[in-house]
């Protein structure tokens, strides 16, 4: 990248600098009469200098040349103008000088609004290209980087250059036009004052900059400190469980308080110099006016200078400070950006970068691999040139079942990652039917060779998403789009092109079903399907469909069929003796094994403010419970929940399990509430506040008579709950009928899960083995009805959180060796992918894999050299070297590395 940042706007953006400088050359001579015309106000207009009496006339828009008088001793006229009488003349004048400030005020708007659009497309350019470079890191570049400080550089450190940018070049002419113009104007009216506004001036620009320099310094360490900082919150948030494993939760609060001192350190010394250079500017910037008001009224006085020409050298003054000021901070910041930009391209230039050739979306997969794999002397260093891979050498069929073994620290590892080109060689080569592997395009090397790795990684989207995330190479079919639709796409397409981004759509199907071997979407499933059965996650997947919902409008079959199995639950758990497993909803009737406040709304809810935790603030709840006199039941039962949380919990330490499985109250407040209990023991109900009552009536709604039995839900209360159930959804029918999804027996609740439609009720609590009963039970249904496939569909739309987060390391794995086969490579390349799983696991999975990829190319780097029997071919290495090579049968003999290796476990 240009290491300086002129050069870098210069280049990319030339035509765009010309033309607004342009304007800007244009905009000085209004500018310049815009200063004069307040000087003929006052002069001819108001004072009538040069009438001699009424009727008498002066000419109106009569052109001078610029410094004539004194070039010639009398002003040179080039144009006499209009002839006028004093009051005509004065409004004339006056209209002028409102149209002047009108376009001097158009000419701003157009050249801010320019240089604005310029600034951001180059901002753009800019963010776009060092995204682009991080897409072309080598892996072990990509390794070593803070997550947490690229995105700030990107996000953050970047920003201020987008503001820059349009200022660069433009700024400097314009500002400095317009400090040189009101210079011009001073020194006609008076050269005198002129020099003296000069030496001040040049004093700013001289004394000012120099004394910034400091605080430029100071800056720059302020956001290498700060970046430091945003990288090390990062590591905490990764390593958490080592922080709380091992109770360093103090020591890493003792280093942010050290680097937030730094940073506070450096922060008040800018502020602390900043503050001196702006009170010394300002100061200077008076010392101007002084003279003026001083020595420019004594030439008045004495007649060496008219009233008119000193308010209006005076008037132009005050624009000179506003240029002047933000031409000196114009040069502070052009230093602070240049060391910023600096820093930033520096973390985006590494030893070695991809060529933009290697990931062009026009190269296509070519033909298929075939022919055998070759790796000749191939070695690997790392930063600090020590051998990770050593001379390593071998010949193996593309469509073999290679296994590669050996202890911790043998390389075994970093040769997976050079197999699948992930990794470049320090020597040698890997050549593959005749082709070199390091000259072949991504598009061969991402859609022929499949990767899995020990972590692999999985991006903040659906489980579908992420199993296809592998098919999408580039796009293959646009949308289609007409009229504005057309028209903004065209837009964004132009725009893209002049900031040099990619013009790739990425509303375009992007998806290759054919790498798939599938036909389209509805085929793809199927392809997906076998692929989860294959991985062992079919399972995983339809739990977590039966916690999804459906949309009714976008498929309307799906729900009618879910009614269905509804309504055949009852007979099939009546068929084991295990109805009453499930105590289903009924209007008329309150449910002892669902919450108080799902008794209540009887329904799912839509909106936040008719959460659980919302409803004891919510308006027409406590409307309703007021009215069906439910308001103070609810505060003695959460005074009885209260009192009884305080008395079992008081004594257990924070964080014990038993506040998750049967608390409502937090540890962090269990002290106050345990106040609120003595406060009513003392001085009862009364003396509590609005807020502390509040507190104790938002406890009940979570109460489950059932499980928790406290003995709090009577039949009293079960009667009122059903009466406020009916007022509730009487009025909510009438103020806002889309906050809660009702349960209806004949209809499909869109905001419940797949299972809680199904139910219609909850499962009785207390029942050994009802949810293995009911799961089951279920699972048959929803077989019988075919509705199985529904519910993987479903559960492909899971959310699996930022790195995979919400599912577990074994599902991770699962998903990603997933992703690998789907795309049907011609050589899968697993390194280690499986280690986290048990080894039955590990054995079925392994297995069923080769099984899968009879005819295909694998290349396994095993955690169990035991496993490596199922191989065509076996690699033993050492301390990066391979040591044997040969059949299974082979080596495995007494003496032989692999025997030792084997032994070893």
């Excluded at 708007?109 to 320019?114: D, G, L, M, R």
């Excluded at 050290?258 to 200077?284: A, P, T, W």
């Excluded at 959310?799 to 599912?807: A, I, S, T, Y």
Aim: aromatic content about 8%; overall charge negative.
């Amino acid at each position: 990248m240009e290491p300086n940042i002129f050069k870098y706007i210069w280049h990319h953006s030339k035509r765009e600098q010309i033309s607004i400088l342009l304007m800007v050359l244009l905009s000085m001579p209004f500018y310049f009469i815009a200063l004069d015309v307040p000087k003929r106000i006052i002069n001819r207009g108001i004072m009538g200098d040069g009438f001699l009496g009424p009727g008498s006339v002066q000419p109106f828009l009569a052109i001078e040349l610029p410094f004539g008088e004194m070039l010639t001793g009398q002003p040179v006229a080039l144009f006499d103008g209009f002839m006028m009488e004093q009051q005509t003349l004065l409004l004339a004048l006056s209209f002028a000088f409102l149209v002047l400030v009108f376009v001097n005020g158009g000419f701003k708007f157009v050249i801010n609004t320019n240089k604005g659009r310029l600034g951001e497309r180059m901002l753009r350019r800019l963010r776009y290209e060092l995204s682009d470079r991080i897409l072309r890191f080598p892996i072990m570049q990509v390794r070593k980087l803070k997550q947490a400080e690229m995105a700030t550089m990107i996000k953050d450190e970047v920003e201020p250059l987008g503001g820059f940018i349009g200022d660069a070049f433009i700024a400097p002419a314009f500002l400095g036009g317009q400090a040189l113009t009101a210079m011009a104007f001073i020194m006609v009216q008076s050269i005198w004052l002129g020099l003296v506004a000069a030496g001040v001036v040049l004093g700013q620009a001289f004394l000012i900059p120099k004394l910034r320099k400091p605080i430029l310094r100071l800056n720059r360490q302020r956001v290498l400190e700060a970046r430091a900082f945003a990288g090390r919150i990062g590591e905490v948030i990764e390593g958490a469980v080592e922080v709380h494993a091992h109770d360093t939760s103090n020591f890493e609060r003792a280093d942010m308080s050290s680097r937030l001192g730094r940073i506070f350190d450096i922060r008040y010394e800018v502020f602390r110099r900043k503050f001196f250079v702006k009170f010394l500017n300002n100061f200077l910037a008076q010392l101007t006016p002084f003279a003026f008001y001083a020595g420019g009224g004594l030439l008045a006085l004495y007649g060496y200078l008219d009233i008119g020409a000193l308010v209006a050298v005076i008037a132009a003054y005050k624009d000179l400070p506003g240029p002047i000021k933000e031409l000196i901070d114009w040069d502070q910041q052009r230093l602070d950006i240049q060391i910023k930009y600096e820093q930033v391209v520096d973390q985006f230039q590494p030893s070695e970068i991809l060529d933009p050739s290697v990931q062009d979306p026009a190269h296509d997969a070519g033909p298929a691999l075939t022919g055998e794999i070759v790796v000749s002397a191939l070695g690997l260093l790392d930063d600090t040139e020590n051998i990770l891979v050593d001379s390593v050498s071998f010949t193996v069929k593309v469509d073999d079942h290679v296994a590669i073994i050996g202890p911790g620290g043998s390389g075994k590892e970093y040769l997976g990652m050079m197999l699948a080109r992930l990794v470049t060689p320090t020597t040698g080569s890997v050549k593959i039917g005749g082709r070199d592997l390091a000259e072949l395009p991504q598009a061969v090397t991402g859609r022929r060779l499949s990767y899995v790795g020990q972590d692999a990684y999985l991006f903040p989207l659906s489980v579908r998403e992420n199993l296809i995330y592998g098919l999408k190479h580039r796009p293959l079919d646009a949308p289609a789009r007409e009229g504005a639709a057309a028209a903004r796409h065209a837009a964004w397409v132009a725009e893209s092109l002049r900031a040099a981004n990619s013009t790739l759509d990425s509303e375009a199907e992007w998806v290759d079903y054919g790498a798939a071997g599938a036909r389209g979407p509805e085929d793809l499933h199927g392809k997906i399907t076998e692929v989860l059965s294959l991985v062992e996650l079919e399972e995983d997947v339809y739990r977590f469909g039966l916690k999804g919902t459906i949309d009714p409008d976008a498929r309307p079959e799906a729900c009618e069929a879910v009614l269905s199995a509804r309504a055949a639950l009852p007979a099939r758990l009546a068929a084991d003796d295990a109805e009453n497993l499930v105590i289903r909803f009924d209007p008329e009737h309150y449910n002892g094994n669902a919450t108080l406040a799902e008794n209540l709304l009887f329904g799912t809810p839509t909106k936040p403010e008719y959460g659980a935790g919302a409803l004891a603030e919510n308006p027409l709840v406590t409307e309703v419970l007021t009215e069906t006199g439910l308001i103070e039941r609810m505060l003695d039962m959460g005074l009885n929940i209260a009192r009884t949380m305080v008395e079992i919990f008081a004594d257990l330490p924070p964080g014990h399990p038993f506040f998750d499985q049967f608390s409502f109250i937090d540890a962090d407040d269990l002290p106050s509430f345990g106040t609120l209990v003595t406060k009513i023991d003392k001085h009862g109900k009364e003396t509590l506040d609005a807020d502390e009552a509040l507190a104790l009536r938002r406890l009940p709604f979570d109460y489950v008579e059932a499980r928790h039995r406290l003995g709090l839900i009577d039949q009293d209360v079960e009667a009122k709950v059903v009466e406020a159930r009916k007022l509730i959804g009487e009025r909510l029918a009438e103020r806002d009928p889309d906050a809660v999804a009702f349960y209806r027996p004949d209809t499909y609740n869109a905001a419940a899960s797949l299972q809680d439609n199904i139910l219609f009720g909850r499962l009785a609590y207390g029942r050994a083995q009802a949810e293995e009963i009911v799961g089951r039970a279920v699972t048959e249904v929803l077989d019988r009805l075919g509705l199985r496939v529904t519910v993987i569909e479903v559960g492909l739309d899971y959310e699996v959180g930022v790195g995979g987060k919400r599912l577990s390391p074994a599902q991770r794995q699962k998903i990603g060796l997933g992703r690998a086969l789907l795309k049907r490579p011609e050589i899968l390349i697993v390194n280690d992918a499986l280690a986290v799983l048990d080894g039955a696991s590990q054995t079925r999975l392994l297995q069923r894999v080769l099984e899968y990829r009879a005819d295909q190319g694998v290349i396994w780097t095993l955690q169990r050299p035991d496993s490596a029997d199922r191989f065509d071919r076996v690699l033993v290495m050492h301390e990066g070297r391979i040591v044997e090579q040969g059949s299974f049968a082979d080596l495995n003999k007494p003496g032989s590395a692999l025997s030792g290796i084997m032994a070893a476990e």
